[in-house]
């Protein structure tokens, strides 16, 4: 009788244990759903910025003593010094 008792309450924790892990897996389902949403969400969010950025620093006006423009100026006029004396 013990025997034919033990297999049931087995198979019974079985199943809730099957029960359980179902739920769980279900749960962990919707949460990874619910992250990639917001993921999303951030990474849109994240891009609209970047864009916002790029444009503000577009719309700055470089200083009057900009070292790019300088630069350059002075390279080209040393290659033009060169074509001269030669």
Do not use: W
Request: with cysteine; net charge positive.
């Amino acid at each position: 009788m013990e025997r034919d008792h033990k297999p049931q309450n087995t198979l019974q924790e079985f199943v809730e244990k099957l029960r359980h892990l179902e739920e769980e897996n279900r749960y962990l389902r919707e949460a990874s759903c619910t992250f990639g949403k917001l993921a999303e969400r951030l990474n849109v969010a994240l891009q609209q910025e970047l864009v916002k950025a790029r444009n503000n620093r577009r719309q700055r006006q470089r200083p009057t003593n900009d070292r790019r423009f300088s630069t350059l100026r002075l390279i080209r006029g040393r290659a033009n010094d060169r074509n001269v004396s030669n």
